[in-house]
């Protein structure tokens, strides 16, 4: 518990991630037997083993990638009976806010900006529809929606993250990434956050934008726009070289 507090202190989200959930399931074994196994003692013992590991290396200068953690992490968070995910663990900069515009951003006047947005979460939806159904025209009119969205947006957070999203529906419509079930799930939280703009609540959790820029940087960068938003925001640095199940596990010494 001392050495989550730590851990939380210097702002290694990663690792904190981590450490709150084996924290979690060491309160688990005080208080069920049914824990109380050799494989999850173990399995605490290698997730110890894989936090000091992780932490070596990083004063020896190793770069901060948290994802190497997600094995562990996600057998600790299973154990429990819980569902983890890669971008539990992502967490890049996002700092960065998107250059000027070349040409001219979208004025709306007053009382069009209701209409504005439903058409486009109408023409969403229709691209997504067809998307879902291999129609390779979806992509693009997703993508056309969200370059619409983004072309109203001022110099906030929130046009970083439709700034973002244009590359990551760049990946989609030239098959940079696989259309399964992760990726589904990412356009539909895109139309639900298209709906909060239309029920006027424009802000964007950073979750959000945290799996946006996860599947930009797995994105083969096959578009100016994909490789802008991976340059930007570093995200070459973010994922971890060799690849198992979303990171590279961390061996416990």
Same mark, same amino acid.
């Given at each position: 518990h001392q050495a989550h507090g730590a851990l939380s202190i210097v702002g290694l989200d990663g690792i904190t991630?981590?450490? #709150? #959930?084996l924290e979690s399931l060491l309160a688990g074994i005080e208080k069920e037997a049914a824990l109380r196994k050799t494989e999850i003692f173990e399995l605490a013992e290698r997730t110890f083993g894989g936090i000091l590991a992780y932490l070596d290396q990083l004063m020896a200068g190793n770069a901060n990638q948290p994802l190497r953690l997600f094995p562990l992490y996600r057998d600790v968070v299973?154990? +429990?009976g819980g569902q983890a995910d890669p971008t539990d663990l992502y967490f890049p900069d996002l700092s960065f806010r998107p250059p000027k515009r070349d040409r001219i951003? !979208?004025?709306?006047k007053a009382g069009e900006a209701d209409k504005y947005l439903r058409e486009q979460r109408s023409r969403y939806q229709r691209g997504f529809v067809k998307w879902l159904k291999n129609d390779a025209i979806g992509g693009e009119e997703m993508r056309a929606a969200v370059e619409a969205i983004e072309a109203t947006q001022g110099p906030t957070p929130q046009r970083a993250f439709w700034w973002a999203s244009l590359a990551f529906f760049d990946a989609l419509a030239r098959k940079a990434l696989p259309a399964d079930l992760d990726t589904r799930q990412l356009c539909? +939280? =895109?139309e639900q956050q298209i709906k909060r703009m !239309?029920?006027?609540t424009p802000n964007v959790a950073e979750r959000l934008m945290r799996e946006v820029l996860y599947y930009v940087a797995r994105a083969k960068p096959v578009s100016e726009r994909l490789c802008e938003g991976q340059e930007a925001y570093r995200l070459n640095?973010? =994922?971890p070289a060799a690849e198992s199940d979303g990171a590279t596990a961390v061996a416990a010494e």
């Open positions: 991630c981590l450490s #709150e #959930e299973m154990a +429990r951003s !979208v004025t709306l539909n +939280r =895109i !239309v029920e006027g640095q973010t =994922i």
